[in-house]
């Protein structure tokens, strides 16, 4: 399975964080981060949010 990347840095603030991995595990983990970390809402948009921000991991990772 491809690995799909979270990067926090495209979001506004000052959190860097990225995260990789399968793309269902990325978009769970994002989730936990973006409501415990960013005070986001968790639900469905901002599921489909982190879901539409998901870059392929493997460009980039190996550059
Ligand atoms: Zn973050």
Known sequence: ??????????WPGECT???S??????VEAQLL???HAHGQ???PELREL???SL???SKGARQ
Do not use: S, T
């Not at 399975?1 to 495209?10: I, Q, S």
């Not at 991995?21 to 990325?26: I, L, M, R, T």
């Open 21 to 26: 991995g399968p793309e269902d595990e990325v």
């Open 50 to 52: 982190i879901r539409a």
């Open 55 to 57: 870059k392929p991991a």
């Open 17 to 19: 964080l990225a995260i």
């Open 41 to 43: 809402q968790d639900g």
């Open 1 to 10: 399975m491809e690995r799909r990347l979270f990067d926090c840095r495209e």
């Open 33 to 35: 981060h973006a409501v």
